[in-house]
Nanobody, 127 residues
Framework: QVQLIESGGGLVQTGGSLRLSCAAS????????MGWFRQAPGKEREFVAV????????LYADSVKGRFVISGDNARNMLYLQMSSLKPEDTAVYYC????????????????????WGQGTQVTVSS
């Protein structure tokens, strides 16, 4: 059974940094894509970043490009999101997600293309 557990959220001031972590277990094979999404109150869940687990290829939303970095630790089955230069508009619940359907050469960015989700971790950026 696939489980994704996020951690690392919190309250930070504008311009600050946070690193989110996602512990993954039960993944059935070694090649897949993992992503981060976020959802602010009253808004739809939106794509943040995705990484191909075997190649390390990444894709970012324009709103976070240059500020956020997605990475993975294959040996520990950990996914990370390093967030810098945070803005109030980054405030949201952040979710870790796994795409196990493939094809994995395509880095997907829609929530309905991901099969498994964590419970989310709150990030609040104060102005």
């Amino acid at each position: 059974q696939v489980q994704l557990i996020e951690s690392g959220g919190g309250l930070v001031q504008t311009g600050g940094s946070l690193r989110l972590s996602c512990a993954a277990s039960g993944l059935p094979f070694s090649s897949y894509n993992m992503g981060w999404f976020r959802q602010a109150p009253g808004k739809e869940r939106e794509f943040v970043a995705v990484i191909n687990w075997s190649s390390g290829r990444t894709l970012y939303a324009d709103s976070v490009k240059g500020r956020f970095v997605i990475s993975g630790d294959n040996a520990r089955n950990m996914l990370y999101l390093q967030m810098s230069s945070l803005k109030p508009e980054d405030t949201a619940v952040y979710y870790c997600a796994a795409d196990l359907r493939g094809p994995f050469l395509i880095l997907k960015s829609k929530a309905n293309q991901f099969d498994y989700w964590g419970q989310g971790t709150q990030v609040t950026v104060s102005s």
